[in-house]
Structures are given as C-alpha cells and as structure tokens.
C-alpha cells in the first residue's frame, strides 16, 4: 500500500542535525548488494543510483497523473486518488523496490522532484514528512554520499492495521535534476529494523551520473 498525503509532523524539540548520525547497523546485519539502479537500463531511471540489497526487487512506477495535478491538469483527464498515492509533498513517487523476495514485507520507495523546487534537502525532507498522515517526533541528521550533501529522518507514523505508530525512515538529496527522497516503511517497526540494513546500503552507495 502507498503512503498517504497530507498531515502534520513534529520536530523534536532541542534535536539538532548530526553529520555522522544514521540508523545503526551492525556489521552482522549489513546486507550483499544484488546491483544498481538508477541508471539507464535499470528497472528505474533516476537523477542518482544506489546498490540494492540482494533479492530486492525493482520496479518503475509511472507518476504522470500526480504531475498533471500538480500543474493543475484538467481534472477530467487526472485519477485524483491515485495522484494523492503517488505524490507526497514536493516529489512524486517514481520507483518501488520490493522486499518481499527477500522475506521481508515492505518497500524502498523513491520519489522525485522538479528541479529548481523544494528548496534544499532539509526543506524537501520536512515537506515530505509534513504531508504524511499521522507523522510525529522526527528527528533529522546529516550526511554525505557521493559528493552529495544530504539529510536523513527517522519518525514514527499512525498505523491504522496495528492501532498505533510504526518507525519509518528517509533521506533525501537535492541533484541538479531536482530532489530525491528514498523512503523505507515497513508492515510494522520489528519489520522496518529488519530491512533497514537495505535502507543504509542504498543511503551508502548514493551516486550521481
């Protein structure tokens, strides 16, 4: 299920960006990567490219209707509800990487932006937590990849399946094609830990070009 739009988040107060702060990983939790996408021939092309963690599962997702609403398309020829799955703040969801191969439910899904928009990472980032339903307690950092400035969050969200919140996960990047947001959920927290070893290995491996 997409994530949806629209709500409020909270920063807590007093947090203040880290440049070395990011989930933990252990080394024993560290996952192999199974190749790159990204890049032209990969299942999603993308302003960057990132390693995915082995038997995750790619695919591109086509974000045309949240675009012809967000330029306020004729709205004979716009699926409303579907624009509201798909775009998230100011980026729009453009690939989805499935774990479930690897046993895991849940997915990498990453958004992206026009380019001149948004403003910098830590502004893209905060407006795409804001637009989450039920977001609170968000706590970002920083850090670098690629030559790329970039600002991780960790939050927690309403469940309506658990009555109650999970851990969800982000970071984003500003590229001269625009922003990029990867975002990781997960069918609950225990769910989200697990696949968070992915989740650093794509932050790691960020990459332009």
Known sequence: ????????????AGSSPSPTASPSVS???EVRSGGRVGAAGSACLLPVGFDLAAEWKADAIDGSAADAEA???????????LASLLRQGPVTLVCEIDAKPAGHLGFLRVYTGESGKGGD???????FVTAQDGAKKARYSTFEAGGLPGVAVEYLA?????????????FAVVTPDGPVVVHLGGADTEEHQDMLPAFELARKTLRTG
């Not at 299920?1 to 807590?12: F, K, N």
């Not at 330029?71 to 509800?81: K, L």
């Not at 990472?121 to 407006?127: K, M, N, T």
Request: glycine share 10%; proline share 2%; hydrophobic share 35%.
């Open 1 to 12: 299920m997409l994530a949806g739009c629209s709500g409020t988040a909270e920063t807590d």
């Open 27 to 29: 080394p024993a939790e």
């Open 71 to 81: 330029d306020g398309g004729d709205a004979a020829e716009v699926d409303e509800d």
């Open 121 to 127: 990472a830590r502004a893209v980032l905060q407006a």
């Open 158 to 170: 309403t469940s309506e399946l658990l009555d109650g919140t999970k851990q969800e996960s982000a």
